[in-house]
């Protein structure tokens, strides 16, 4: 039977930086693309980001990534919008990290990506800002994913 103990599930809302994160901290080459299902790697379960946005689709949510050894709640920190409603990580029974993206972005905001995942239900200690772009805090990053979920095989 599949077993997603070792994988961390990327959730978070459309364009947020799921799948650029996913290429970067997998090394692999970042091409744009946007996800219409679910994406396994070894080590990582990508998720579309209608899973979030759309409440039809959260029970799905849930599904695919209730089993994994890590949640991550990925916020872009150019986005003004919210959708993860109010201590939705609570429903979970497993860690979950949030992720701040797009720190290198004109546009960022980090007071209101805080705000927006401690909504959820991260604590602010829990929650790591970094670029996939220019890299800043994905070593950091790394570290922590590997406190939850071995990379060896
Ligand atoms: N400036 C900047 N852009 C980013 C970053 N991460 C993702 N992006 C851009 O945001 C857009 C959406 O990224 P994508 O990973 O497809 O988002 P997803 O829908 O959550 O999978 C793409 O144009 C990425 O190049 C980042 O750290 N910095
Ligand atoms: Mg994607």
Redesign the pocket.
Known sequence: MANNKNRIS?I?????????????LTNEF?A????QQVTYSDHFI?T??EFVELPCFRPQAINVTCDSGLIIL?N?S?DHQNSVPPNFVCTYNIPVIGVI?????RHCDLKRSYRYLTYAGILPENIYP?????G?GIIELKTIIQKYVSFEH
């Open positions: 990327l978070g809302r459309i364009g947020c930086g799921k799948t650029t994160l996913f290429q970067r970042i744009y693309g946007k996800t990508d579309p980001g990925i872009s150019t993206t797009k720190i290198d972005h970094i670029s996939a772009i220019t800043d």
